[in-house]
C-alpha cells in the first residue's frame, strides 16, 4: 500500500470483484454513452424526470452505504475521523450520482419528453 | 513529458517499486499512456538465462518471488520446494479468530499461484547445503542450484511452552489463533464463550521474534470490544503481559497502544514471558524478573516463541553470533536480503534475520528488491534496489477501526496517505482496507501483479 500503481489498483479490484469488475465497468461506459446521447438527442434537460431521477438517487446512496458496510463486515458507528466522513460521502455520493444518471437516462429512452 | 522519460521512469518502476514522486510524475504523463506503456516495458525488460534458481518454501514470499522472477527471467529453470498443498493467507487468521470471517476465508491452494514455467517439488527441505550449492528434501533428494531464496517461514514451537498441548486449543479457554486456520476458529468459539461468562482473559505475546507484533494486542482489542457488545466487560478482567519493557517496538506505537490500553481498562504486566500452562487449572506461568509469577485465567490466547524452522537452524546459512543465532534466522543484509557469507542466497520473509516486519506487507516490499539484485547478478550488473524495512499493521483497535500503522528500520512511521488516514487515528476507513482491499492485494502479490 506504500505506492499507487494505476496497474495494482486495476489487479487489486480485479481481485476483489472478479468478473463482475468488467460488468461494473460496461455499466458505468454504456449508462455514461447512453446519457450523453440523451443530451446530445434531446438538447435539454428535463426538470421532471431529473427530480425523479434525483429521487431514485439518494435510495442508490443509501444502497451503497448498506452494501460497504456489508462487504467490510462494518457497523454504522464506526466512523472514526474526518477520512470516515469523507469515505461516507464519497460511496453515498457515487451511488447517488451512480443511480441518478442510470435512471435518468433509462426514463428518457423509454418516455421521450414531449416537445 | 515526452516518451523516453516516461520510459525511464517506469523502467525505474520496475526495478526499485514505484515511489511516490515517480508516480506523480507519471500522473503528469497522462492517463492514456499510463494504461499502456508499463506492460509493455515490463516485457521488454525479460532476461535470457539457463541459471537454476531453487525457492525453499511457496508461502507468501515463495510465490511472489517465484511470479517476479518468472515474469523477467526467460530459459531460467524455476523451482519451489514445499510440502504444504494448501496456502493459508495468514493476515486473516485475526479475521477469523474474531468471527468476522470463515474459515474458507483463509485457506486456498498452492498451485492456485503457481507461475506458468514454475515447477513445483511437494516435499519439505530436509537439509540446506549452501556450500556444496544444493539442498536436500525430507525423501532424500538433492536438489542443485545456482541461486536459493530460502522463504521457509518459521517454526511455531509450542513445545517450547511447558503443558501446552495444541490438540485442546478451542477447548477449556485455551485459545491461540495462530496455529492454523482451524485452531484460529477455534479460538473463536473459546473467545466467544469468554464473552458471554466474563473472568480473566490472558494475554501475551512471546520472549522471541515474531510475526505480526501487532495481533496479539489486536485480539486484546476484539476480546475487549466483544466484551462491552454483550454486556459483560464489568464481568471481565484484561491482562496484557509483554515479554519486554514495550507494547510496540516503534515508541510512538507503543505509547499509543499504552493509552488505548488505559482507555478500554487493560491491565498491562511489563517483562512477563509464558513458561507453562495447567490447561485442566486453568494456570500460566510466567517468568519474570522477580521471578516466577502465575496467572489465573478463564480465557487465554497462547502465542508460541517463533524460531526458523529446524533444517535452517541447523544449517550454516543461519547468524552465527548476536540475538539472532541462537533462533536460527538467516544471516542477511537487511537491505537487500542477500546473505551475508553465501552471495548466491536470498532469504525472504518470516525466516530473514533482519529487524521487525515479519508480515506480508514486508514480504510484497522486500521481494522486488531481493529479486532485483538477484536478477543483476545473472545480468552481470549493480543493483541500487534499496529496502528500508517497511512494513505495515493494520492494528484492530475495536470491531470496525484500526490504525494503519506504517514504519520502517528506523521507528519511522512511513503514512501511505499523509494527511488523509492517520496512522494512530483509530479509522473505519483503515477497518475497510483491512476487510475489504488486504486480501487483493496480497493475492495480487502472490501473483507479481502488485
Given at each position: 500500500?506504500?505506492?499507487?500503481?494505476?496497474?495494482?489498483?486495476?489487479?487489486?479490484?480485479?481481485?476483489?470483484?472478479?468478473?463482475?469488475?468488467?460488468?461494473?465497468?460496461?455499466?458505468?461506459?454504456?449508462?455514461?454513452?447512453?446519457?450523453?446521447?440523451?443530451?446530445?438527442?434531446?438538447?435539454?434537460?428535463?426538470?421532471?424526470?431529473?427530480?425523479?431521477?434525483?429521487?431514485?438517487?439518494?435510495?442508490?446512496?443509501?444502497?451503497?452505504?448498506?452494501?460497504?458496510?456489508?462487504?467490510?463486515?462494518?457497523?454504522?458507528?464506526?466512523?472514526?475521523?474526518?477520512?470516515?466522513?469523507?469515505?461516507?460521502?464519497?460511496?453515498?455520493?457515487?451511488?447517488?450520482?451512480?443511480?441518478?444518471?442510470?435512471?435518468?437516462?433509462?426514463?428518457?429512452?423509454?418516455?421521450?419528453?414531449?416537445? | 513529458?515526452?516518451?523516453?522519460?516516461?520510459?525511464?521512469?517506469?523502467?525505474?518502476?520496475?526495478?526499485?517499486?514505484?515511489?511516490?514522486?515517480?508516480?506523480?510524475?507519471?500522473?503528469?504523463?497522462?492517463?492514456?499512456?499510463?494504461?499502456?506503456?508499463?506492460?509493455?516495458?515490463?516485457?521488454?525488460?525479460?532476461?535470457?538465462?539457463?541459471?537454476?534458481?531453487?525457492?525453499?518454501?511457496?508461502?507468501?514470499?515463495?510465490?511472489?518471488?517465484?511470479?517476479?522472477?518468472?515474469?523477467?527471467?526467460?530459459?531460467?529453470?524455476?523451482?519451489?520446494?514445499?510440502?504444504?498443498?494448501?496456502?493459508?493467507?495468514?493476515?486473516?487468521?485475526?479475521?477469523?479468530?474474531?468471527?468476522?470471517?470463515?474459515?474458507?476465508?483463509?485457506?486456498?491452494?498452492?498451485?492456485?499461484?503457481?507461475?506458468?514455467?514454475?515447477?513445483?517439488?511437494?516435499?519439505?527441505?530436509?537439509?540446506?547445503?549452501?556450500?556444496?550449492?544444493?539442498?536436500?528434501?525430507?525423501?532424500?533428494?538433492?536438489?542443485?542450484?545456482?541461486?536459493?531464496?530460502?522463504?521457509?517461514?518459521l517454526k511455531l514451537d509450542y513445545a517450547a511452552i511447558a503443558g501446552m498441548e495444541v490438540?485442546?486449543?478451542?477447548?477449556?479457554?485455551?485459545?491461540s489463533?495462530y496455529?492454523?486456520?482451524?485452531?484460529?476458529?477455534?479460538?473463536?468459539?473459546?473467545?466467544?464463550?469468554?464473552?458471554?461468562?466474563?473472568?480473566?482473559?490472558?494475554?501475551l505475546?512471546p520472549g522471541t521474534?515474531m510475526?505480526?507484533?501487532?495481533?496479539?494486542?489486536?485480539?486484546?482489542?476484539?476480546?475487549?470490544?466483544?466484551?462491552?457488545?454483550?454486556?459483560?466487560?464489568?464481568?471481565?478482567?484484561?491482562?496484557?503481559?509483554?515479554n519486554?519493557?514495550?507494547?510496540?517496538?516503534?515508541?510512538?506505537?507503543?505509547?499509543?497502544?499504552?493509552?488505548?490500553?488505559?482507555?478500554?481498562?487493560?491491565?498491562?504486566?511489563?517483562?512477563?514471558i509464558l513458561e507453562s500452562v495447567?490447561?485442566?487449572?486453568?494456570?500460566?506461568v510466567?517468568k519474570?524478573?522477580?521471578?516466577?509469577?502465575?496467572?489465573?485465567?478463564?480465557?487465554?490466547?497462547v502465542i508460541p516463541p517463533m524460531r526458523a524452522?529446524d533444517?535452517?537452524r541447523?544449517?550454516?546459512?543461519?547468524?552465527?553470533?548476536?540475538?539472532?543465532?541462537n533462533d536460527g534466522?538467516?544471516?542477511?543484509?537487511?537491505?537487500?536480503?542477500?546473505?551475508?557469507?553465501?552471495?548466491?542466497?536470498?532469504?525472504?520473509?518470516?525466516?530473514?534475520?533482519?529487524?521487525?516486519?515479519?508480515?506480508?506487507?514486508?514480504?510484497?516490499?522486500?521481494?522486488?528488491?531481493?529479486?532485483?539484485?538477484?536478477?543483476?547478478?545473472?545480468?552481470?550488473?549493480?543493483?541500487?534496489?534499496?529496502?528500508?524495512?517497511?512494513?505495515?499493521?493494520?492494528?484492530?483497535?475495536?470491531?470496525?477501526?484500526?490504525?494503519?500503522?506504517?514504519?520502517?528500520?528506523?521507528?519511522?512511521?512511513?503514512?501511505?496517505?499523509?494527511?488523509?488516514?492517520?496512522?494512530?487515528?483509530?479509522?473505519?476507513?483503515?477497518?475497510?482496507?483491512?476487510?475489504?482491499?488486504?486480501?487483493?492485494?496480497?493475492?495480487?502479490?502472490?501473483?507479481?501483479?502488485?
Open positions: 500500500m506504500k505506492e499507487l500503481d494505476p496497474l495494482v489498483f486495476l489487479a487489486v479490484f480485479q481481485e476483489m470483484l472478479g468478473p463482475l469488475l468488467w460488468l461494473m465497468i460496461l455499466v458505468i461506459v454504456v449508462g455514461t454513452a447512453a446519457f450523453v446521447a440523451l443530451l446530445l438527442k434531446e438538447r435539454t434537460i428535463n426538470s421532471k424526470r431529473l427530480v425523479r431521477a434525483e429521487f431514485a438517487g439518494l435510495a442508490g446512496g443509501v444502497l451503497a452505504l448498506v452494501l460497504m458496510a456489508k462487504v467490510s463486515s462494518s457497523g454504522f458507528t464506526d466512523a472514526g475521523g474526518p477520512a470516515d466522513w469523507f469515505l461516507i460521502a464519497l460511496v453515498f455520493g457515487l451511488g447517488l450520482a451512480g443511480t441518478a444518471i442510470l435512471v435518468y437516462t433509462v426514463l428518457g429512452w423509454r418516455q421521450p419528453a414531449k416537445s | 513529458m515526452d516518451h523516453q522519460t516516461l520510459a525511464k521512469i517506469v523502467d525505474d518502476a520496475g526495478r526499485q517499486g514505484l515511489n511516490r514522486r515517480s508516480f506523480l510524475r507519471l500522473g503528469a504523463a497522462g492517463a492514456g499512456s499510463l494504461l499502456l506503456t508499463p506492460a509493455s516495458a515490463r516485457a521488454a525488460t525479460k532476461t535470457r538465462s539457463s541459471a537454476r534458481i531453487v525457492i525453499a518454501g511457496a508461502g507468501a514470499a515463495g510465490l511472489a518471488a517465484a511470479s517476479h522472477l518468472a515474469a523477467r527471467l526467460e530459459g531460467a529453470s524455476i523451482t519451489l520446494v514445499d510440502a504444504r498443498k494448501e496456502h493459508f493467507y495468514q493476515p486473516g487468521f485475526t479475521l477469523v479468530a474474531a468471527g468476522i470471517k470463515p474459515m474458507s476465508y483463509v485457506v486456498s491452494a498452492t498451485r492456485d499461484y503457481l507461475p506458468a514455467g514454475v515447477e513445483l517439488i511437494e516435499e519439505a527441505v530436509a537439509e540446506f547445503d549452501p556450500e556444496g550449492n544444493k539442498l536436500v528434501t525430507a525423501s532424500g533428494k538433492p536438489v542443485p542450484y545456482d541461486y536459493l531464496i530460502v522463504a521457509t517461514g490438540e485442546q486449543i478451542g477447548n477449556n479457554g485455551l485459545g489463533i496455529h492454523s486456520p482451524a485452531k484460529a476458529e477455534a479460538t473463536w468459539r473459546a473467545m466467544s464463550n469468554f464473552a458471554d461468562t466474563g473472568g480473566v482473559g490472558v494475554f505475546r521474534e510475526k505480526c507484533a501487532g495481533a496479539p494486542l489486536k485480539y486484546t482489542f476484539i476480546t475487549d470490544d466483544y466484551l462491552r457488545r454483550r454486556g459483560n466487560r464489568g464481568k471481565a478482567e484484561l491482562v496484557y503481559n509483554a519486554n519493557k514495550a507494547l510496540f517496538s516503534v515508541p510512538i506505537v507503543h505509547e499509543k497502544v499504552r493509552m488505548l490500553f488505559e482507555d478500554r481498562g487493560v491491565k498491562v504486566n511489563y517483562e512477563r495447567d490447561i485442566g487449572r486453568k494456570l500460566a510466567f519474570t524478573p522477580i521471578g516466577p509469577v502465575e496467572l489465573q485465567y478463564d480465557f487465554i490466547n524452522p533444517p535452517v541447523n544449517s550454516p546459512l543461519r547468524w552465527q553470533e548476536g540475538g539472532w543465532a534466522w538467516i544471516e542477511v543484509d537487511k537491505h537487500n536480503l542477500r546473505h551475508k557469507r553465501f552471495a548466491n542466497v536470498f532469504a525472504l520473509g518470516d525466516v530473514a534475520g533482519v529487524p521487525k516486519g515479519k508480515t506480508a506487507a514486508s514480504v510484497k516490499w522486500q521481494v522486488p528488491v531481493a529479486v532485483d539484485h538477484l536478477l543483476a547478478s545473472i545480468e552481470g550488473r549493480e543493483s541500487s534496489a534499496h529496502y528500508g524495512g517497511y512494513t505495515s499493521c493494520p492494528l484492530i483497535t475495536r470491531l470496525g477501526q484500526a490504525m494503519l500503522v506504517e514504519f520502517d528500520y528506523k521507528d519511522n512511521l512511513v503514512p501511505s496517505f499523509p494527511g488523509v488516514i492517520a496512522p494512530l487515528e483509530e479509522l473505519w476507513i483503515s477497518w475497510v482496507m483491512k476487510t475489504m482491499a488486504l486480501k487483493p492485494t496480497y493475492i495480487s502479490m502472490l501473483r507479481g501483479r502488485a
